[in-house]
């Protein structure tokens, strides 16, 4: 057992920490409020990608560091630490990872590589219009073609849709799932803007009868498999993201109250302000361990479906807590947007309710236990 | 990273788990019963003896100190299995006061304290509380005055438990009384509980568990039983505090109670059918106490490993105890509320004895949220310790 970092993943994390504290400011954050412009700092993106952070879980032959999750979820914890406006999350875990560990390998010749050399840019598509199930697809039906299959139907709220060259599409095919990697410049291929809570960019897709070439296809059938484990590492990807960003607003709050004076004294040193600080650390630390038991189980490729519920179930709970409590701390000042801390609120509240809150977690956590499983060695 | 035990630690969880299940007979599991979990029965301390011999109880502890030079870890293993397995195991002498004495202790104690402890021989009582000393426990008042080559001791203690069968007590004594800083007139030292001077009175708590008032009329003891510098005591103090806080957080007892309710709630029928597990709202607590039982487990098996590392924070240590505390409550309350009715008797309603358990923890874990320190000085501890708040003018 063993709770500590290795060389490699220290240099990872302080590489990631350095890059994005140094290129990340409340100023340049503010270019992309209210959708002023698409939250996506490429110039950060090109500087991650050139110290090969978005690639440190790709395989050295796809030209990545060939590293595994846990370092990757570290870079992901501090990009949550910064709120940074890039696509690590969508590009890197929901995409790059499943095409690395299910796509065939001519595909994978043909995009990793330019994905990791920044050329190519990828997302995925995780939710239909009252369907949160990535890995059940009903909105959008595939139909078999000599060359291919056609794609018909919406993907709604795709991240970086009108960014990406390339999404991850589920569609539901006879009685199966087929995954196929779409382009996004493929004739029939449509997109609306839809606003985000934290003016990430997102697109509804409409696919109206798009042809998608038989090498762009992932899995043919049984693609859920593809979807369960991609959702998987995505939801474990948010926790790490959360955890960033909670630690992040927690210590904010607490040099806030001890600068801040009220009654002659700063407001740090009242109880009631310290013991909510307090429960915030506990919280965090709770989420700390959970994530980091979840990205290492992922990591090692081992069943984790328990070990996952529970850090999501911290990363709602945390999350809620700690974006609430930060606020308050802060009266007036955390929601002052001249103030940098109400941007974490939006975060993590996103990252609470992004591929399901707590109850939803614990709801799957407990029919786990009906069914006999999940129970304590 | 790697938060798995490995191959080796499995064996031993399991070697110890074999081990204690032969231990736990059914005379023994009675008569820790019928002592409400405390201990202190004759088949209790034969058992603690053979642990000694088997050399389990230091089985962390460095050589040097007489152990069997494992890690932190596997003595975390060790002490997770002996309460999984329903022994009331002395925890405050053998993981709390032991290792200060280990350590700190002259070489009279290192020769006459310590191998006993790790024999099973010795049990030692804490003495720090007094009827005017709680949580601003470093205005005792309880005294040790130097007479030639002797320490007279007197004062009362509250809240001593165990003493009515330990051998010693481990007691913070007012050795400066004009110290300008209160918390540095304070010396620690071992004190018979055989001493004509020495006496107990009990006082009976919610939960069932005894624990007493102790007082000391004119103690005397040599230099030898002084533990540490003169009135340097205060660290010593906070340091064994900070191991009992982390001895306080057993996860075993409560995965192994927590896998006994869901098995019950998968084989108990409801009256018009089906199983009291498929009811949603039991569905709901038992993936809440699941999820802050995991975390308790986490939260141990860190602080086993920073312990190992030698990293232990002191905000860490607060944290774990807030923690534990709160979350044993609210497991225990979810818990009852899918036993129902029978989680209020006493008895035992199923003949398996979990309702009545139930009962007991629930009633019983009033204590932890403010044993061993309360919850509000840990938090006080975590935002200064932890996030270098500054803390109000007591």
Redesign the interface.
Known sequence: MDFGFSEEQREVQALARQILSEQVTPEKLAAYDEYAAARFDEELWRQLLDAGLTNVALDESYGGMGFGFIELALVLEEAGRTIAPVPLVHHCVSAMMPLQQFAPEALKERVLPAAAAGSLLLTAALSETGNDNAAQPTAVVAAEHVEGVRLSGIKSAVPYAQEAGAILVAAQLDESVCVVLLETGAAGVSMSPVEYTTFEPHADVTLDNVLVPAANIVMREGGEAVMHWLVERTTAALCAHQLGAADYAMRTAASYTSEREQFGVPVATFQAVGHRMADCYIDIECLRLTTYQAVSLLGAGVDASTELDIAKIWAGDCGHRVSYATQHVHGGTGIDRDYPLWRYCLWLRHNEMALGGSSVHLAALGQRLAAGEGLFA | ??????AE?LALRDELRAYFAAMMTPELREECERDMGEGGGPLWREALRQMGKDGWIGVGWPEAWGGRGMSP?EQFIFVEEVMRAGYPFPFLTTESVGPILAEHGNEFIKREFVPKILAGEMLISIGYSEPGAGTDLASLKTSAVRDGDDWVINGQKMWTSLAHFCDYTWLACRTDPDAPKKHKGITMFLVPNSDPGWSCTPVTTLGGVRTNATFYDNIRVSDDYRVGELNSGWKLVTSQLNRERLSLINFGPS??L??EV?KWA?TTALPKGGYV??Q?W???N???C??D???M???V??QS??MT?QTLDM??AS?AK??GSEAFIEVYRLLGEILGQSALRRDDEHGDALGRKIERLYRTSSIITFGGGTN?I???I???A????????R
């Not at chain 2, 990273?1 to 490995?6: A, E, G, L, P, V």
């Not at chain 2, 932890?386 to 803390?391: C, I, K, N």
């Open positions: 990273m790697d938060i798995q035990f490995n630690q870890l995965s192994l927590f896998n869901v998968r597990i498929d949603p039991v569905q709901q038992l993936a809440r699941r999820a039982i995991e975390c487990k986490l939260i098996y860190k490993w920073a590392e905000a860490d944290a807030v923690f509000e840990q938090r006080d975590i935002s200064a932890g996030l270098w708040m500054p803390r109000a003018a």
